[in-house]
């Protein structure tokens, strides 16, 4: 999988090496000729972030808690033992997870200023727009401008929590069920929570859009 | 460090830069960095805080410029060379990006009102509805006290637990333990009267970066709030 990766990557940029593809490469030779890394453990690590943990962990959490009120009530009383309970760890390191809800009067979006704090563990590695400085200088000081940036309109009497996760606690926001999904079953409705709605830059999907087509796995929605 | 890093409230870096269909890692060397980087705080190589700090000590010019990767690159390069773990001359061909110089915290430090260790059952100072004022103070080492939030009154919401303090474990100054609390600031203490009223950030506080608000008899501005938003 590895090799396959690296051929994609020359194949991408027909450009020599550059300073930091030498510089990593570097790092890790030194690294596991001393014995500090273990090639074995890191390419199972890159898999784990690459392919198996993404935001299609998140979105199975928040289907639950749209179609069961007794899980939604413990996964805002209790993000870690809830996303625990369907089966996937929070985070690395027993990290806390807090599940904030979303409602027609109050709009919760996460943001780390200081540097990218991110539920790793239900949403898997965060997308570049959250890391950039543009994000964490504007989240805490312009957020209805930022989300305008998104497609989001919130009217001027919903009231905007932003949560500067600068700790080691984790947000996870849970997004408002959108209208005419009663009907739908868990799996589809977890087909609408995208990576977005769950960071709280976005609703999440209407069911037209969402219905045309879902994600057949995990792989598909890190790409959504 | 009043660093380049402590971004909140920043002007003048435009719109968002997004990417549809984005994939987890944008190259070969990003995917390794990251699982390098995981490995060594897992082995405790270096601690989480240490590895946050050498990032924020990139000088501003690179750390603005560089890729999200490539920090998380010359940092860990950065702490590796200094803790000795290895030489430059083991890095040949590589670019040198000197960090800017950190500091230890001496046993003196440690023990001084700066970082001052709180009983040993780690009691909470504050609790939930508190009216608090984030401390006014530009350490010069590692902090996740950000500008933008120093002397501003804002309420305890809720207490997170109990967490080493990043400010001496960054420097070798080990765990000293505090409650960190969501402290919650109106957007219109943080950011004037055009904020809208009702908006408001969250963020987690280690208990020593928080005061209490001290009460204001002039102006009706009581320790319980009254007056205020």
Not at chain 1, 40 to 57: K, N, S
Not at chain 2, 66 to 86: N, Q, R
Not at chain 2, 170 to 184: D, E, F, T
Not at chain 2, 197 to 217: C, G, H, M, N
Request: glycine residues 10%.
């Amino acid at each position: 999988m590895a090799a396959n990766h690296q051929a994609h990557e020359h194949h991408r940029h027909d450009e020599p090496e550059s300073d930091i593809t030498l510089r990593v490469k570097a790092l890790e030779s030194i690294l596991v000729s001393k014995g500090l890394v273990d090639p074995q453990a890191l390419d199972m690590l890159i898999d784990t972030y690459e392919h198996r943990v993404g935001p299609h962990i998140g979105a199975k959490v928040v289907a639950r808690a749209w179609s069961d009120p007794a899980y939604k009530r413990r996964l805002l009383e209790d993000g870690t033992a809830a996303v625990n309970e369907l089966g996937f760890p929070p985070g690395p390191e027993g990290i806390n997870l807090i599940v904030l809800e979303n409602t027609p009067k109050v709009h919760n979006v996460v943001v780390c200023t200081l540097c990218s704090c991110y539920p790793w563990g239900t949403l898997g590695l965060p997308p570049v727009w959250y890391k950039s400085p543009a994000y964490r200088a504007r989240a805490v000081g312009d957020p209805r401008g930022v989300l305008r940036e998104f497609g989001t309109e919130l009217d001027d009497d919903v009231e905007i929590r932003v949560w500067d996760s600068s700790a080691e606690v984790r947000y996870l926001v849970l997004p408002e069920r959108p209208p005419g999904t009663e009907r739908m079953t868990e799996e589809e409705l977890a087909g609408l929570v995208t990576r977005d709605s769950m960071i709280g830059v976005a609703k999440a999907k209407s069911p037209k859009a969402g219905a045309r087509k879902r994600p057949g796995n995990g792989r598909a929605e890190h790409r959504v | 460090m009043n660093g380049v890093h402590d971004l909140g409230g920043m002007h003048g870096f435009g719109p968002i830069p997004r990417e549809e269909n984005e994939p987890v890692f944008h190259a070969d060397w990003e995917r390794r960095m990251y699982g390098i980087a995981r490995i060594l705080l897992n082995q405790r190589v270096f601690t989480l805080d240490e590895y946050r700090h050498s990032i924020e000590r990139i000088p501003p010019s690179v750390y603005l410029g560089a890729k999200y990767y490539e920090k998380w690159a010359i940092g860990a390069t950065g702490l590796l060379l200094e803790k000795g773990i290895i030489k430059p001359s083991d890095l040949k061909g590589v670019k040198p990006i000197n960090l800017n110089p950190t500091f230890s915290l001496s046993a003196k430090a440690r023990g001084d009102s700066i970082f001052k260790h709180p009983s040993r059952a780690v009691k909470a100072r504050f609790k939930p509805g508190d009216k608090v004022i984030a401390r006014n103070v530009n350490p010069r080492g590692h902090t996740r006290l950000p500008r933008y939030v120093r002397g501003k009154r804002g309420t305890i919401q809720f207490d997170e637990g109990v967490f080493a303090l990043p400010d001496a474990n960054a420097h070798g100054g080990g765990m000293i333990l505090q409650h960190v609390y969501s402290v919650r600031f109106a957007a219109r203490e943080l950011w004037g009267p055009e904020a809208p009223a009702r908006d408001s950030v969250a963020i987690d506080l280690w208990e020593q970066y928080l005061e209490p608000e001290p009460a204001r008899s002039s102006n009706g501005r009581g320790r319980n709030g009254r007056g205020r938003r």
